[in-house]
């Protein structure tokens, strides 16, 4: 049986391993170089004792432990990190990146790791708190089949796309223009409505447009989460914005998601929270309020 670690434990890599362990797979282990720093490393503990992973101490540790590492961080940290991996590669691994990062930065990873190990570029196309590992993601790159046979055979649902590196990662960019875009505009209206006590009201008359599903808890989570990871978020906009110049269309959209983004920083959501989206979006006012 292939072991499987994570580089970096947070949200997407907590639920895809607990996924995992639950489709029988062991021995899933993880390092995250917040785990043994004070207040971070309480939730990452807490998780991987959830979802039975071992957490190594060094990321050498990991990499040398694990016959596919799954680098999931920040996309401003993919090209870092993957340059502090390659040393450390062997050529019988597969260094799968699941970082929402555009098509640019996926290939210049591939080149890093290509020399030593192969590399596989995952989009995840979705939301994986609920959907855990079965989240729907595209592979591309050389390891993308093998990649896909592995996991789809422990329950999750991994598209191989035949292409190079970066085609997977292309696919989820254009698919953020309207995701990340969508999600601020929502914060946006229901802290407008806030000053006139209306955000309930305006998100029900959003929900009468925008049907399908039960609206008002999928728009509850969307703010809650986008709080949270706002940084992350803003990073991942910064390829959107670069993947958008790069061919020479208009960014205006996804600019003004990256400013709304930074905006999010600046009140330290993620701070005030511990790190745990609130389980009510009207939580929020409190910061703002402050």
Not at 239 to 249: D, K, P
Not at 252 to 266: D, Q
Request: with cysteine; net charge neutral.
């Amino acid at each position: 049986m292939k072991t499987i670690g994570f580089l970096g434990f947070g949200e997407a890599s907590f639920n895809i391993a607990e996924g995992l362990r639950g489709e029988g797979l062991k021995g899933i282990r993880a390092y995250d170089a917040a785990w043994q720093k004070v207040p971070q490393s309480e939730l990452i503990k807490t998780r991987a004792a959830k979802a039975d992973v071992v957490l190594e101490p060094t990321l050498q540790d990991l990499v040398e432990k694990s016959d596919i590492v799954v680098c999931s961080i920040s996309a401003n940290l993919a090209l870092p990190i993957a340059e502090q991996c390659a040393p450390l590669l062997r050529p019988d691994q597969l260094y799968v990146d699941i970082n929402s990062a555009g098509p640019d930065t996926k290939v210049a990873v591939d080149r890093v790791v290509s020399p030593h190990a192969t590399f596989v570029d995952v989009a995840v196309m979705g939301t994986v708190p609920g959907n855990r590992h079965k989240v729907p993601m595209l592979a591309s790159g050389k390891g993308a089949s093998t990649f896909a046979e592995f996991c789809n055979g422990y329950g999750m649902s991994v598209t191989a796309l035949a292409g190079p590196a970066g085609k997977a990662s292309a696919s989820k960019m254009f698919r953020s223009i309207f995701m990340k875009g969508y999600v601020m505009l929502l914060l946006e209206a229901v802290i407008a409505g806030r000053q006139f006590g209306l955000e309930d009201d305006v998100l029900a008359s959003i929900r009468d447009t925008i049907t399908g599903g039960d609206f008002l808890r999928n728009a509850n989570d969307l703010i809650a989460r986008g709080v949270i990871h706002a940084e992350r978020r803003e990073h991942e906009m910064d390829e959107v914005i670069a993947t958008l110049r790069s061919l020479g269309v208009d960014d205006t959209m996804s600019r003004a998601a990256k400013a709304k983004l930074a905006w999010c920083v600046e009140h330290r959501f993620k701070e005030h929270f511990r790190g745990k989206p609130p389980v009510d979006y009207h939580e929020i006012f409190s910061v703002l309020n402050a």
